[in-house]
């Protein structure tokens, strides 16, 4: 880092005069020192006895306002005091004078802080002093972000717009709303910010902005996702991603692969995306509880490109850019010399500089770095020329060596461009015999044609990559010398094809015309079409039957084999390991179709869902023989002869029969689908007969065939209790229940039998019995509360409607305990115990029971009866009905949920009870009745005894409304107590 710069001149050198003559005064202890002190704090005071001077910085200048001070002016100096740096005299002109800043900071120290420089303004012999920021801070823009092992996200800076920074320093870096606190490293050329922090001062977003200002300067950058490349694969980046968050990711290539889960951060700012790797683009979408990080439909895969300085003779580099502590886990060089590529080792960027391993480049070379940035290409230029170093570097023995390496590689370029293609000529000369292995004129002339089109070819592609190019750089003579070897290549090379051809194949040809031989055209069949691939021909003569035949090779059926003699010739062919029939041919009979025949393997399957078929029967019409499929359901028929075909009857008891032609070729298999005789299954679960739903059942075949298709089948029924299946084999089968929930203690399970037909519907039902009944103890609380509920209504001289009303409510509730036998569908799903809702409502009933009756026999509620005593009794009770369903779904629920219905309940109530209270002269049946269920209700404890006295509690404030919809209860209400 190196200060603003400027020359020093006579000024500065008389200002820091000054300042010393003014420092040994003060040693001195001379009179001198209290008014120096002053004129030093005059600005930090009130100006000294003329007013105040400002100090600020604008527009790359240190502005001084006087405005304050009292008198003219028409100079001030102005000087840079710490870090020590230069005066100026600057003009007044309306009460400001400026001095650039550039100015002040000549002769700065390298590596000195301008973060809160001092400055000294001297107006009329008055010194004012006051702290400017004189530092300036520009981001890199074309240099990687990325955060480090410490979780601090790595801010790198322009070093030529970036000045003033120490490592001591910090700078106010704005993100979002929010401003933070960024550590100067790397010698003033990095920002750093803890990623936490920067988490914690912005929302979540797909861009988060940065800026830097100081007075009149400001700098801003833009974080935005990115795909990054590295040596582990593709990963998504964003400063905003933590180690230890899950984060819903979803990412797609060009839809070939896609990833869509959550993902935790190995590495802060890194989302894994390696099964993407190669993508060149994604489809992204990031997001965490907070909010989107990411959304981008074109995301492209990103890399940057830095520049830097070859030092150490190639070996290592040195960046303009500050990227110091940068990750390099791999690095490439591109030699533009010879395009071949090297690697360079790993390593840290280091004081600006990234050592090299086992390469070294030059200026005209790429060098491509892996980082934990994504990937980077740099751009090298040349350290300034050492005369020096160089020719030492020229008289040193590694010249020699250089030189001899350089003389291999001409002398194996040249050889290279001369035997490569001069050898394209023996292999097509002696593949031209090897295809049919027979000799021909034609051929022979064919031979030379395609071998100066390969000559050719590879001759160009070496002159292209080893040969200097083309069209070389030098035009003269000597530059073509690359371009005549390889052309004297390809002449080998087209001379050397029908040589080859010539001196193979001749002898054979020749034996073959001049004894009187004659060549054999061969076609091998599989009685359809020509057999694909190689087949050995093997042949000799039919009198010499004793003699090992010769043998040769032909392709795809087809090929040409010369006899040396006339005569009766026997020819039969292999291929693989099935073989044909020999055959004889003669010379006027020299064409020959040899036929082989291949077994053909039939698999039977399901032609539902392509299940192979085992057990199935094949049977042969043409000798009637049967076999039967294996577990694959296949089976392998052998042919009778050349070229034959048979028709096959396949049957199956659980599948239609079905006739098939197999044909004994190479591609004879054959794969024949059954249909099957399927049909229906409807199963409705039940608990002693009412239905249950979201219940398992098993199916089980009663057949060992259909035993070894489906094992065991389960099935679980809807919401109605009724589970279907379609396509299954016909056969018997047996439906079972278990115990619904598993609970074995209160259930028995149940089985039924059915019996599947083709193309129909079978139905059954399996019921669970509820074993569970009331206990002696339960039944005889029953009773003792229903004497309690008459003792209710047992009172002389008083009329006992409304008690007995009241009562009745009670009486459901008992009622409901008493069916509980009968309602084991209720319990199939959830934990409640029997137990606890028999003696929850039990419980509920006896408090009731309580509540009714000290609300009855108030004096107003006795005096109201007494005068009641007359009327006729109407018998009436409540009409209501106290559900086991819903005692069973409170139980489950919360108690809160309980005693907040409760509430809105009796609120309601109570409002009905004040609007009824004008049209009956006594509402105290109603009033009291109403109080006490709040009381029953809001007094209940905790568990479930307390849910099911809410209800109750509940039930009774129902009761409370119906009191005035009943003519005969309305009536009494109405009666007038004297």
Request: charged fraction near 25%.
């Amino acid at each position: 880092m190196t200060a603003l710069a400027s020359t020093t001149d006579g000024r500065s050198r008389a200002g820091r005069a000054l300042v010393a003559l003014v420092l040994a005064l003060v040693v001195a202890g001379t009179a001198v020192t209290p008014v120096a002190a002053a004129a030093a704090t005059a600005v930090q005071d009130d100006g000294g006895d003329g007013g105040d001077v400002t100090i600020t910085r604008a527009d790359g200048n240190v502005e001084v306002d006087v405005g304050g001070l009292d008198g003219e002016f028409d100079n001030v100096t102005v000087g840079l005091v710490n870090p020590d740096g230069s005066n100026e005299t600057a003009a007044v002109s309306g009460g400001t004078a400026e001095v650039p800043i550039e100015n002040l900071t000549a002769g700065v120290d390298d590596g000195a802080s301008l973060v809160g420089a001092t400055v000294r303004v001297t107006a009329d012999g008055e010194a004012y002093e006051d702290t400017v920021d004189l530092h300036d801070v520009t981001f890199a823009a074309d240099a990687p972000v990325w955060i480090d092992g410490d979780s601090e996200l790595v801010l790198p800076l322009n070093g030529d717009d970036t000045a003033g920074l120490t490592e001591n320093d910090t700078v106010t870096v704005t993100a979002g709303d929010t401003d933070l606190e960024a550590a100067v490293r790397a010698g003033g050329t990095q920002l750093t910010i803890p990623q936490s922090a920067l988490v914690d001062a912005v929302d979540p977003s797909p861009e988060i902005d940065l800026e830097v200002s100081i007075a009149d300067h400001e700098s801003t950058r833009t974080l935005e996702p990115a795909l990054h490349d590295t040596d582990d694969g593709l990963v998504l980046w964003h400063p905003l991603f933590e180690t230890g968050t899950d984060y819903e990711v979803a990412v797609e290539d060009d839809g070939t692969k896609y990833i869509n889960n959550s993902a935790t951060p190995a590495d802060p700012g890194e989302i894994d995306l390696s099964r993407l790797t190669g993508a060149s683009e994604v489809d992204a979408t990031v997001s965490s509880g907070d909010g989107t990080l990411v959304d981008d439909p074109e995301l492209p895969l990103e890399s940057f490109e830095l520049s830097a300085t070859i030092v150490d003779d190639g070996s290592a580099v040195a960046f303009e850019q500050g990227v110091d502590g940068l990750s390099v886990t791999n690095a490439v060089v591109n030699a533009s010399a010879n395009g071949t590529y090297a690697l360079a080792g790993s390593g840290t960027i280091e004081d600006g500089r990234l050592a090299l391993e086992n390469a070294t480049v030059s200026a005209n070379d790429t060098l491509v770095l892996w980082t934990n940035a994504g990937v980077g290409t740099v751009e090298l230029s040349a350290a300034p020329a050492d005369p020096a170093s160089s020719s030492a570097a020229d008289e040193s023995d590694g010249g020699d060596e250089s030189t001899l390496l350089e003389s291999i590689l001409r002398i194996g370029t040249f050889a290279a461009l001369l035997v490569v293609p001069g050898l394209i000529g023996p292999a097509v000369g002696y593949g031209a015999f090897r295809f049919r292995e027979e000799w021909t004129r034609d051929r022979l002339k064919i031979t030379g044609i395609i071998a100066v089109g390969f000559s050719l070819a590879i001759a160009l592609v070496l002159l292209e990559t080893v040969g200097g190019g083309l069209k070389p750089d030098d035009i003269a003579l000597a530059a073509f010398t690359h371009h005549a070897t390889a052309l004297v290549g390809v002449v080998l090379g087209t001379a050397a094809a029908p040589a080859t051809y010539y001196y193979v194949g001749f002898p054979a040809g020749r034996a073959t015309g001049s004894t009187g031989g004659f060549t054999i055209d061969v076609t091998v069949t599989d009685g359809d079409r020509p057999l694909d691939g190689r087949t050995k021909i093997g042949y000799r003569r039919a009198d010499a039957s004793d003699a090992t035949p010769k043998s040769t090779t032909i392709r795809d059926g087809t090929g040409r084999i010369g006899v040396p003699t006339r005569g009766n010739w026997t020819l039969a062919a292999k291929h693989g390991q099935h073989e044909s029939e020999a055959v004889e041919a003669t010379r006027r009979r020299s064409s020959v179709t040899l036929t082989v025949p291949f077994p053909a393997t039939v698999t039977v399957t399901d032609r539902e869902d392509g299940e192979p078929i085992p057990g199935a029967t094949v049977t042969r019409r043409d000798d009637g023989t049967t076999q039967t499929t294996d577990e694959s359901g296949a089976v392998t028929l052998e042919p009778d002869g050349a070229g034959s075909s048979t028709e096959v009857e396949i049957s199956h008891e659980k599948y239609d029969d079905r006739t098939e032609t197999v044909a004994f070729t190479q591609d004879g298999d054959r794969e024949v689908a059954l249909a099957p005789r399927t049909g229906r299954v409807r199963l409705r679960s039940r608990v002693d007969g009412a239905p249950v739903g979201s219940t398992p059942l098993r199916l089980s075949p009663r057949e060992q065939v259909l035993r070894e298709r489906y094992g065991t089948i389960t099935l679980r029924t809807g919401d109605d209790g009724v589970a279907t299946r379609d396509g299954l084999l016909a056969g018997q089968y047996r439906a079972e229940i278990a115990p619904p929930a598993g609970r074995d203690d209160i259930f028995d399970g149940g089985k039924s039998i059915l019996t599947v037909r083709e193309d129909r519907s079978a139905t059954a039902e399996v019921d669970a019995t509820f074993t569970w009944s009331l206990s002696a103890a339960q039944r005889e609380r029953i009773d003792r509360l229903r004497r309690r509920i008459r003792q209710l209504s047992d009172h002389a001289g008083r009329d006992t409607t409304i008690p007995r009303y009241y009562g009745s409510v009670v009486e459901a509730m008992l009622e409901a305990v008493e069916r509980l036998p009968e309602a084991g569908h209720h319990f199939a799903h959830g934990e409640t115990d029997p137990d606890a809702v028999a003696d929850s409502l039990l419980a509920a009933a006896e408090k009731s029971i309580e509540a009714i009756n000290d609300a009855m026999t108030t004096k107003r509620n006795v005096d109201l009866f007494a005068a009641c005593a007359d009327m006729p009794d109407p018998g009436l009770e409540w009409d209501g009905r106290c559900d086991l369903e819903t005692v069973i779904d409170r139980l489950e629920s919360d108690l809160m949920t309980q005693r907040n219905a409760l509430k809105d309940r009796y609120e309601d109530v109570t409002d009905r009870v004040e609007t009824e209270r004008g049209s009956v002269s006594e509402a105290a049946p109603a009033e009291e009745m109403v109080r006490h269920a709040w009381e029953l209700g809001s007094d209940a404890g905790r568990g479930e005894e307390a849910i099911a006295t809410i209800y109750a509690a509940l039930l009774l404030l129902e009761a409370v409304e119906g009191l005035f919809e009943r003519d005969a209860l309305r009536e009494r209400l109405s009666r007038t107590v004297f």
